[in-house]
Nanobody, 120 residues
């Protein structure tokens, strides 16, 4: 059973940086995918960064060039480095694990979320 626990959220001023981490257990990379998502109050959840088992990562247009996802396989940890933060990045951030099919990703396990607040 896959379990994910996020950490690293907090409050920063616009232009600042935060690094989120997600401790993962019970996950195997082969054929699977991992991702970071966020949801702001009153808005739908959106994908921020999705990494597939082939090593590729896709980012939302809104975070390209500012966010970077990485995996620390030795520590079974996912990281999301967030730079040049903007107030519109304020949201609850979640990591997720799933499987990739021929046409889509199916997300099967979610962390509890960590809050990121960016003030102007």
């Amino acid at each position: 059973q896959v379990q994910l626990v996020e950490s690293g959220g907090g409050s920063v001023q616009a232009g600042g940086s935060l690094r989120l981490s997600c401790a993962v257990t019970g996950y195997t990379a082969s054929g699977n995918c991992i991702g970071w998502f966020r949801q702001a109050p009153g808005k739908e959840r959106e994908g921020v960064a999705v990494s597939d088992s082939d090593g590729s990562t896709r980012y939302a247009d809104s975070v390209k060039g500012r966010f970077s996802a990485s995996n620390d396989n030795a520590k079974n940890t996912l990281n999301l480095q967030m730079n040049s933060l903007k107030p519109e990045d304020t949201a609850m951030y979640y990591c997720a694990a799933g499987v990739k099919t021929a046409t889509s990703h199916i997300w099967m396990a979610w962390g509890q979320g960590t809050q990121v607040t960016v003030s102007s």
